[in-house]
């Protein structure tokens, strides 16, 4: 049995698209833990298991891995409370169900960082690697999935780059860094959650296939695109300002903001690149496929969406 926590979420659904598929041959039955069942995909409804709530939630959890051989999990991001409370205290009722009902193998969606001088001040990321720390604890096997930036943040950049060939983040515009593509974490997952002759706790580093700066992505959406883009950098202050405009949560605005610091000093850069055990999606083809489609659709094709 296979435990999947945030399945309509942009990993969790392409996980769960996967294990739909390779399960059943592997005789491995399938739970999902979600709030609205409504917006899991008709065409997996009648094929896995539904736990109705939150998997921060004791009650749910405790539904939800009772029989449970794995776990996949995933904390959604909670802008509302502190980075510690949306990581670990999210986590903690989770952490103790496992234990309890002998939960054998969890793959965690985590960050890049650890051991790195940046780990400490690291705002979400060090929020997130003391979440991986806090199951380790539960004497689960345990996957930490260890992710750059995902691909996927440039699709909130969609409108700037369609209206003004223009994207923004807060990093050296020359530094590299490792960037993914969400489906390559979905795979990874997969095949750990299918496979669990390993044990003991570590990270799997999920790198993508090259460090790239964002020079280098605007030089690649630039020729994928068919149109000139250029990279725009934003001062920290900014962020942190246009952040609490929002209302967000002050604590975990300064988490973000510690984070974005963190990835400029080399956060991401702290693990020797080796070849990657799982797929590896270039950004061009990412761009081609994902990003193309989205910043050529008109505004309206995108409101209807």
Same mark, same amino acid.
């Given at each position: ?16 698209? *996967? /294990?739909? +598929? %390779?399960?059943?041959? #592997? ?11 409504? @917006? ?105 999935l260890a992710s ?5 943040? *440039? /699709?909130? +950049? %969609?409108?700037?780059? #369609? ?11 020359? @530094? ?57 950098r934003q001062p ?8 609490l405009g929002y ?43 994902? /990003?193309?489609? %989205? ?11």
């Open positions: 049995m296979i435990v999947i926590t945030a399945p309509t979420g942009n990993i969790g659904r392409r996980l769960l698209s *996967l /294990l739909v +598929e %390779a399960a059943p041959a #592997r005789g491995e039955e399938l739970r999902v833990v979600v709030r609205d069942p409504a @917006r899991l995909p008709e065409a997996v409804r009648g094929r896995v298991e539904v736990i109705a709530g939150s998997h921060g939630d004791a009650a749910t959890v405790e539904r939800a891995f009772t029989g449970a051989d794995a776990v996949f999990w995933l904390v959604p991001p909670d802008a509302s409370t502190t980075p510690e409370e949306a990581f670990s205290g999210f986590t903690r009722p989770a952490a103790r169900a496992f234990a309890a009902h002998g939960v054998g193998h969890v793959v965690g969606v985590s960050a890049l960082g650890r051991g790195t001088p940046q780990a400490a001040q690291a705002g979400l990321v060090t929020a997130s690697l003391a979440m991986d720390d806090l199951i380790a604890g539960s004497g689960v096997a345990y996957r930490a750059p930036s995902f691909f996927e943040n *440039l /699709l909130e +950049e %969609a409108d700037s780059i #369609r209206e003004n060939g223009v994207f923004t983040d807060t990093v050296a515009a020359d @530094r590299p860094a490792p960037l993914v593509a969400v489906v390559d974490i979905a795979a990874t997952a997969a095949g750990l959650l299918l496979d669990r002759s390993w044990t003991g706790v570590g990270s799997v580093p999920v790198l993508g296939p090259q460090d790239l700066s964002p020079n280098d992505l605007a030089r690649i959406m630039t020729e994928e695109l068919g149109r000139p883009v250029r990279y725009q920290l202050d900014e962020l942190r300002s246009t952040l209302g967000l949560n002050e604590a975990f605005v300064e988490g973000v903001v510690d984070m974005k610091r963190a990835k400029d000093q080399g956060l991401d850069s702290g693990v020797d690149r080796s070849p990657q055990a799982g797929p590896a999606t270039g950004f061009a083809q990412w761009c081609a496929q994902t /990003l193309k489609p %989205a910043v050529l659709a008109t505004p309206e094709a995108v409101d209807a969406h």
